[in-house]
């Protein structure tokens, strides 16, 4: 009979950790998802999870593939404030893409169109990881805030799909400067534009609702 118990430190323990990782931020969210919970999923020992992957942050990322880190392209953005914000982070968006790390960015946005794990860890890296914290560094309401920074979300969202995965012309030949001025103003009005109060009882609940989550 085979040996059990922990597995040793190869190729295989790197993407037993990494699949782990993937089914317990999909279930449970980055904050609920414990190194030691991952390490216990891929029956290793933490410590082993800490030395091929640093924090669980960085194993987050390794996890769902992602093209980029929020902590390194987010501050850039939000150093100049509000005035031209909408046309930095378009910018900044289009340049990620049109880097050498497009490709796989590219094919993490269809995967999380037909696989239900990784949109929950799309959905757990957009809101938890770029989301929250420009609601936070512009101190935005938090329902509000999180409000604008969704409708962003879905504005940048569906011209890197129209740029990148459909192709449409001209905006996927078009330059980056010319689609920043273009997409920007809107993604600004996002941020900056009024948004109508609810005035009805359901409104207050969701409002309520949603404040709950943002100190979650």
């Known amino acids: 009979m085979g040996r059990t118990g922990r597995r040793p430190g190869n190729q295989d323990t790197r993407e037993a950790i990494l699949a782990a990782a993937r ?9 609920g998802a414990s190194i030691r919970l991952i390490a216990a999923g891929a029956g290793v020992d933490p410590a082993l999870v800490h030395h091929y992957f640093g924090t669980k942050d960085q194993l987050f990322l390794a996890a769902m593939r992602a093209p980029m880190d929020p902590a390194e392209i987010i501050p850039p953005i939000l150093a100049g404030g509000l005035d031209g914000l909408g046309e930095r982070l378009v ?6 893409w049109d880097s050498p790390v497009g ?6 946005l269809r995967s999380a169109v037909s696989n239900e794990q990784v949109a929950a860890m ?3 890296f957009v809101v938890n990881r770029i989301l929250k914290r ?14 604008r920074s969704g409708l962003v979300a879905s504005q940048v969202a569906g011209l890197i799909m129209m740029r990148y995965v459909i192709r449409v012309e ?4 078009a330059d980056i400067p010319t689609l920043a001025a273009m997409v920007g103003p809107t993604i600004q009005r996002y941020l900056t ?7 009805n009882d359901a409104g207050n609940e969701a409002g309520d609702e949603a404040r709950r989550k943002v100190k979650r």
């Open 23 to 31: 089914t317990a931020f999909a279930e449970r969210g980055i904050d």
């Open 91 to 96: 910018a900044t968006m289009l340049s990620v």
């Open 103 to 108: 490709e796989s960015a590219v094919a993490l």
């Open 122 to 124: 799309m959905r757990e």
């Open 134 to 147: 420009i609601v936070k560094e512009l101190h935005l309401d938090p329902v509000d805030g999180l409000l």
């Open 170 to 173: 001209p905006v996927a030949s």
């Open 193 to 199: 534009g009024p948004v109508p109060e609810a005035d």
